[in-house]
C-alpha cells in the first residue's frame, strides 16, 4: 500500500519561480489536506478538500493555489516563490473531515527559496 | 483565538514512564488527537479522545479532561525508538485541526 504519495520530496527555488508540489493517495479518501510544518510552531492548514472538484482556505493560503481534479490526486502551487515559504510540506488525506477520521500524511516535501 | 500548549522538550530514562501533557483553549471541541513524528519522517496517528477518561492502547494510554481543557499521553515502557515528537491536536467546531507545536522526547539510555 503506498498511501500518500509527495513529489519531489526536496527542491530549491530561486525567488519568484514557480512550482508544484504533487500529491496522490490510494485509499480512496474523500478529503485532502495541504500543511506546512517550521520549526516551534504546529502544523498549519493551507488548503484543504472535502471533496473531489471542492477546495477551500486554511490558516495560511496566501501565495499559494491548489486543485483537486481528481479524487486521488490534490495538487499544490506556488506562483511566485518568496524565502518565507522555505518549510517542510505535508500533503494528508483522511475518509472524511468529521469524527474520528484520522489523517494519513505523505513523507514531506522539503522546499527552499533562495 | 485558538491554542494548543505543550512543553517543547522532555528528557526520560529507557524502561520508565513519561507523561505528556496538552492544554487547548478552542472554539469548539470534536475530538483530541496524538500523533508520533521521527525526525524528518511524516507524523502518523497514536490515538483519539473525545469523551473524558483515559483510552489504553498497548504502552500507550491518552487522557482528556474536557472540562480542564486538558489531555496527556502516557508512555510505559520507554524505548529509545520512542524518541520522537508528540503532537497534540485538537477537532474545532468547524472540524478543522488545530495542532500544537509539538514536544520533542528524548530517550537517554
Known amino acids: 500500500n503506498a498511501g500518500v504519495t509527495q513529489t519531489p520530496k526536496f527542491q530549491v527555488l530561486k525567488t519568484g519561480q514557480s512550482m508544484t508540489l504533487q500529491c496522490a493517495q490510494d485509499?480512496?479518501?474523500?478529503?485532502m489536506y495541504w500543511y506546512r510544518q517550521d520549526p516551534g510552531m504546529g502544523l498549519r492548514l493551507i488548503y484543504y478538500s472535502a471533496s473531489e472538484g471542492t477546495t477551500d482556505k486554511g490558516e495560511v493560503p496566501d501565495g499559494y493555489n491548489v486543485s483537486r481534479l481528481k479524487k486521488q490526486n490534490f495538487l499544490l502551487g506556488l506562483e511566485s516563490a518568496a524565502p518565507s515559504q522555505t518549510s517542510v510540506y505535508f500533503c494528508a488525506s483522511s475518509p472524511k473531515p468529521s469524527g474520528a477520521n484520522v489523517l494519513t500524511f505523505g513523507a514531506g516535501s522539503r522546499l527552499t527559496v533562495l | 483565538g485558538q491554542n494548543i500548549d505543550q512543553p517543547t522538550e522532555m528528557t526520560a530514562t529507557e524502561g520508565a514512564i513519561v507523561q505528556i501533557n496538552c492544554t487547548y483553549q478552542?472554539?469548539?471541541?470534536?475530538?483530541l488527537f496524538w500523533y508520533q513524528q521521527h525526525a524528518g519522517e511524516a507524523p502518523t496517528f497514536l490515538s483519539y479522545n473525545v469523551l473524558d477518561g483515559l483510552e489504553e492502547k498497548g504502552r500507550f494510554s491518552s487522557f482528556l479532561s474536557r472540562s480542564k481543557g486538558y489531555s496527556y499521553l502516557l508512555l510505559k515502557e520507554l524505548q529509545m525508538k520512542d524518541s520522537a515528537s508528540y503532537l497534540c491536536?485538537?477537532?474545532?467546531?468547524?472540524?478543522?485541526?488545530?495542532w500544537g507545536a509539538g514536544t520533542k522526547l528524548i530517550i537517554k539510555p
Open positions: 478552542t472554539s469548539g471541541f470534536n475530538g
Open positions: 491536536a485538537v477537532k474545532d467546531s468547524n472540524y478543522q485541526l488545530i
Open positions: 485509499m480512496n479518501h474523500n478529503s
